[in-house]
């Protein structure tokens, strides 16, 4: 899948390590291993965790992308790594899937085709998840003997419910794009050669939005989930967003019956 943009901030970890493209408000983060599943190696995750920063520092980036090359999308860690005596944890795994999760822009998993193990959590990371009918996933933990970190159980509960998420976990069940969407998996579901121009049109659409606003409610959003939201720290970005020239170009954009020109301020 060909979303990338000609501004490259990639890791020189190797050739096949996850790059970074930022174009005006829109970031994509590639994975560039097909040819091992795009399984994420400690040092992909390294990389991964340099791309969030860098997303996150640059302030007009409202949106980011995943997309992947290849059949699948993303097989989860390289769990071979962890015959090395020097390798992370798949801790060190939940830990950098976190930060894709409180990641300052929108972000958009473009999932092409399989998601297993520790891919499927970084589908789950992401605000939307739009899926192709050749998506499918599993979760192979119980199968493989490795208990599962906190925040991917977390997030297999608050965007599928209990329920399906011990379905998945405690049964290693393989299902289809269908299913994934049926269940919360996904939040939407094209054909193969629609998920482009979708995840286009919907990067494009989320970053005319209000800056202060789009950015604010996401991660308050989040912060509901987790039981950690400052009520009184949402009541002042409340009333900043009011004070905003934002809020004032938005309401005569509205009175004027034309696109609004928000500029984060």
């Avoid at 190797?14 to 970074?20: E, H, K």
């Avoid at 997030?155 to 998420?165: C, I, K, P």
Wanted: glycine share 8%; net charge neutral.
């Amino acid at each position: 899948m060909n979303l990338a943009s000609p501004t490259s901030h990639a890791v020189a970890a190797g050739d096949t390590a996850p790059s970074l493209t930022i174009h005006g408000r829109i970031a994509t983060i590639a994975l560039r291993n097909p040819g091992r599943s795009n399984r994420l190696s400690p040092s992909d995750l390294d990389a991964l965790r340099q791309h969030v920063r860098t997303v996150d520092a640059a302030s007009e980036v409202l949106v980011l992308r995943l997309v992947a090359s290849g059949k699948y999308f993303c097989s989860g860690y390289d769990i071979s790594s962890l015959a090395s005596s020097d390798a992370p944890s798949s801790l060190y795994f939940g830990e950098t899937i976190d930060l894709i999760e409180a990641a300052r822009p929108v972000t958009i998993a473009a999932v092409s085709g399989g998601a297993y193990g520790g891919g499927t959590d970084l589908c789950l990371a992401c605000d939307f998840r739009i899926g192709t009918t050749q998506a499918n996933m599993f979760m192979p933990a119980a199968r493989l003997g490795l208990h599962f970190y906190p925040g991917g159980m977390r997030r297999y509960v608050s965007r599928m419910g209990l329920n399906q998420a011990k379905r998945l976990f405690l049964t290693a069940d393989k299902i289809g794009a269908d299913e994934m969407l049926r269940i919360g998996f996904l939040t939407e579901l094209v054909e193969p050669d629609e998920l482009a121009p979708r995840v286009e049109a919907l990067s494009l659409q989320l970053a005319k939005m209000a800056p202060l606003a789009l950015t604010g409610i996401k991660q308050d959003l989040n912060r509901l989930v987790l039981g950690t939201l400052d009520i009184e720290a949402n009541a002042q970005a409340v009333r900043r967003s009011e004070a905003s020239e934002d809020m004032k170009e938005g309401a005569l954009a509205w009175k004027e019956k034309r696109a609004p020109n928000f500029r984060g301020c």
